[in-house]
């Protein structure tokens, strides 16, 4: 739904809703039992939630496609994830949860191996140890250069952060990373009137770094690409009226909440150290965001069973949730990782609502069959939030 | 799906995806018997196809739309009906399957009859056989006008095709057709500027078309109307990276997907003749979409007995090209003819979609009903492309 549409018709309320994400929930059948993950796990509290409540099947982006982590959350939040672009730079800082700022420059960095014609010989500079990294980036990061303030932060392995920050800089600037071996990395270029001052700033950047890095090979020059600024997204309070919060143990979905204005609060990686945050801060916010790893990252080990375990473990925690009495509980996913597909994958996922002003209709149980045969059918994630805000008493009437 | 975000995610693959389009495959119940054509048929094959796939129905246009066969098929091939349009002339070309150049204006004619003072009295010349059409427009078809090339080619029955081909021609011509009978036919007049050349050239060949007539009545005058130059529409190739063709004996559906930039196949009318070219040319293509005519002929004829028969013929021919071992198959139409309203009608299309990647859903047999029931819901026809795409690996992960 629009956000025209939705400012339209929002008003303020004290109910409490509660969206629980689980991370590449929908699935595939087994190879010979015949029945998917969410129809294998005995899930009898999430079942009686689909029953009480409205299903059906949601997509992210559009059928056919398979959402990463950021387009798929920023659907279920409300955000048309086609219009709210996250540059990879800015990805990336959203994945470390480094707070990128509205004066900064994210670019994602490789360490990469050059020859002494400085020609790139490996990308990657054999795929360095993240302990490695960061004591790399520690060396980078008192680089000073005129005009910006230099942040360097390790991701993982090769991988790290560059951001820039500083008054008028730009994003519109060439790659140093030719995506190729046997050429030396190009000069940064301005792509747009005004970033000339910006390319400036990193090619001395990387100048500096060049001559730091110049004794640790295979890790002895770095590569630069997908500069970004700070994605400028309306906030949930903007939009929703909502006092929103997100209880994540990862940096990723920490940082996506916070790019649309949720305070993250702080949250150990289990479901009973969400459900603690959940208790501790329920009087403080309207919405919350509650984000549960275990499924996808049983998905991509292609783990059928433990998938089916996590699930159950969901179901064990949802009657100490209903204890906090929300008015709208929401259960979906950010998109499906079959176990058989070993990866984030385009299958619509299940969905459902439970408060108590639902529509009956024919869902019995949390499943991708059930729930295709709910109520709400085959339909975009971008429309749970506005659901979500009806059934909490949160939307008035359109027109008279 | 828009092309932006297609050519975005999309990949090159070596996997192998067919269309088969049942032209007009749905029906409406039997006044007696109460069960559709589909219903009634019996489709092994079809119905495993529907139980191990995905189902739906799809509408082509908007709901309660009858879409003619070319944006049908367009949409059926992933392009919007509504952005992509095929003029009167330019379909007409198309349905003769007449290569309508970059160069060319084409517009729909029509024999028709005036009297002494140049009066219509027949705007269909007594619909001349189709014979006495191929005879007149050989008559016409060495006319010259200075600046272009004429082609004259009969269609059937009293209609042809006028195609002009030179520099610089304009299709913003008014028509010839006053569409009722007692007046003369008017003069071409140009409706933009620059197009006043190109009314020059047609007022110039109708005049000469009239002299060398003049003795043939009924057929002693033409009427042209829909000037239209060729679309352009992006090729498959080019939106999709699939090298596509298309097999189909009709020259209207050969003409449809040689302007989505496929390569026609020869073949012969019989389903045998289609496999037999789908076995030749497996190794060539990406895609072939196999179009198979008789089920909207039977339902034209309002012969559902023959429908329900046809159905059965295409169902048999099933396993063979399973055979082939395609990544991806479809089945569907590009309308809905049923047998008891005799035509083209609005009626959504069953649809299916077998792949190692399907996510059960409730479809048991490949009907009406069942495809109702299936996970996919009601649709439109433009998504079938990018799903199509999905479950054949050939869309990478939106965003990170």
Chains 1, 2 share one sequence.
Request: glycine share 10%; with cysteine.
């Amino acid at each position: 739904m629009d956000f025209e549409l939705i400012r339209e018709i929002v008003i303020p309320g004290d109910t409490k809703i509660v969206l629980l994400v689980l991370d590449g929930l929908g699935g595939l059948p087994h190879p010979t039992k015949g029945r998917t993950e969410m129809q294998t796990a005995n899930t009898p509290n999430l079942d009686r939630l689909a029953r009480e409540g409205i299903c059906g099947m949601i997509y992210h982006v559009g059928l056919g496609v398979t959402p990463g982590s950021g387009p798929g959350h920023l659907a279920l939040f409300g955000y048309d994830p086609r219009r709210y672009r996250i540059g990879r730079g800015a990805l990336e800082a959203v994945g470390i949860d480094f707070d990128l700022g509205p004066q900064d420059v994210a670019a994602r960095g490789n360490f990469c191996t050059v020859d002494e014609g400085g020609r790139i010989v490996d990308r990657r500079a054999g795929r360095i140890d993240t302990d490695t990294c960061a004591r790399l980036c520690a060396e980078l990061r008192d680089i000073e250069v005129a005009g910006a303030q230099v942040f360097v932060e390790p991701v993982r392995e090769h991988r790290f952060l560059l951001a820039l920050r500083g008054d008028g800089l730009s994003d519109a600037l060439s790659e140093t990373d030719p995506q190729r071996e046997g050429v030396p990395p190009p000069q940064v270029r301005a792509l747009a009137a005004g970033a000339e001052g910006t390319a400036g700033l990193v090619n001395a950047f990387v100048a500096q770094a060049r001559e730091r890095l110049c004794d640790h090979r295979p890790a002895n020059m770095v590569l630069l690409r997908g500069f970004a600024r700070r994605p400028e997204l309306p906030s949930m309070a903007d939009v929703f009226q909502l006092r929103a919060a997100a209880i994540a143990f990862y940096p990723m979905y920490r940082g996506l909440a916070k790019l649309v204005g949720m305070t993250a609060l702080p949250s150990g990686p289990s479901l009973a150290d969400s459900l603690a945050a959940l208790r501790e801060h329920w009087g403080q916010f309207d919405f919350f965001f509650v984000h549960y790893k275990a499924t996808d990252s049983a998905g991509e080990d292609g783990d059928f069973e433990r998938k089916a375990a996590k699930l159950e473990e969901v179901d064990a925690a949802i009657p100490e949730l209903l204890g906090l009495q929300p008015d709208v509980i929401m259960v979906s996913g950010d998109h499906s990782t079959p176990s058989t597909y070993r990866a984030h994958s385009w299958h619509p996922v299940p969905f459902l609502l439970r408060s108590r002003w639902c529509q009956p209709d024919r869902a019995e149980r949390f499943n991708e069959l059930d729930c295709q045969a709910g109520s709400l059918g085959l339909f975009a994630a971008t429309e749970i939030m506005p659901l979500a805000m009806a059934h909490a008493g949160r939307f008035t009437k359109y027109g008279a």
